[in-house]
T-cell receptor, first 110, second 112 residues
Framework: GIQVEQSPPDLILQEGANSTLRCNFS?????LQWFHQNPWGQLINLFY???GTKQNGRLSATTVATERYSLLYISSSQTTDSGVYFC????????????FGTGTRLLVSP | ETGVTQSPTHLIKTRGQQVTLRCSSQ?????VSWYQQALGQGPQFIFQ???????GRGNFPPRFSGLQFPNYSSELNVNALELDDSALYLC???????????FGPGTRLTVL
């Protein structure tokens, strides 16, 4: 099945810093989502982005489907950005489950 | 618009018991997917229901079973609980099996 790798596994930032999280996947996809999991376990949708670029406030994402990667940019980070960021993809042949990466754990300190 | 809801929030069971978890899908969504998330890992797909039929399943044994009702809400049943079943169970709904998924807050199951 499709493989998803996220990097870096852990990231520590000072408040106000910028960061880039990466998601690599092993096959063509028809769905790619970025999530933020808060300390209570809730997965919050950030982007639905199988291709192209989107922006939402301080966050933006780019997926280059032909090269099988996606990037999540966080600018001017805040302590509330702390948590685990997951990338999840679904392959585009037949029924495919949504496959999650192992996540990037982000800690933003004041 | 009501989001995805799950019940109960927390649950403690003993090995060998059976458990039922519940999920109400977001308004307008007809597809529900269930995931298991062990501590420190990403969610793992259990199965998906579309219009009351199971249309996809991950690598979970048959003691994990489910239902979807005419209002598109869903249940996850786990029989003969094992210690390794301790996890956060997440439910997600979507407009169809290929669209963006939206997750509920999860049920945290502890098996003693």
């Amino acid at each position: 099945g499709i493989q998803v790798e996220q990097s870096p596994p852990d990231l520590i930032l000072q408040e106000g810093a910028n960061s880039t999280l990466r998601c690599n996947f092993s096959d063509s996809v028809n769905n790619l989502q970025w999530f933020h999991q808060n300390p209570w376990g809730q997965l919050i949708n950030l982007f639905y982005i199988p291709s192209g670029t989107k922006q939402n406030g301080r966050l933006s994402a780019t997926t280059v489907a032909t090269e099988r990667y996606s990037l999540l940019y966080i600018s001017s980070s805040q302590t509330t950005d702390s948590g685990v960021y997951f990338c999840a993809v679904r392959g585009d042949t037949g029924f495919q489950k949504l496959v999650f990466g192992t996540g990037t754990r982000l800690l933003v300190s004041p | 618009e009501t989001g995805v809801t799950q019940s109960p929030t927390h649950l403690i069971k003993t090995r060998g018991q059976q458990v039922t978890l519940r999920c109400s899908s977001q308004s307008g969504h007809n597809t529900v997917s269930w995931y298991q998330q062990a501590l420190g890992q990403g969610p793992q797909f259990i199965f998906q229901y579309y219009r009351e039929e199971e249309n996809g399943r991950g690598n979970f044994p048959p003691r994990f079973s489910g239902l979807q009702f005419p209002n598109y809400s869903s249940e996850l049943n786990v029989n003969a609980l094992e210690l390794d079943d301790s996890a956060l169970y997440l439910c997600a709904s979507s407009f169809s099996s290929h669209n963006e998924q939206f997750f509920g807050p999860g049920t945290r199951l502890t098996v003693l």
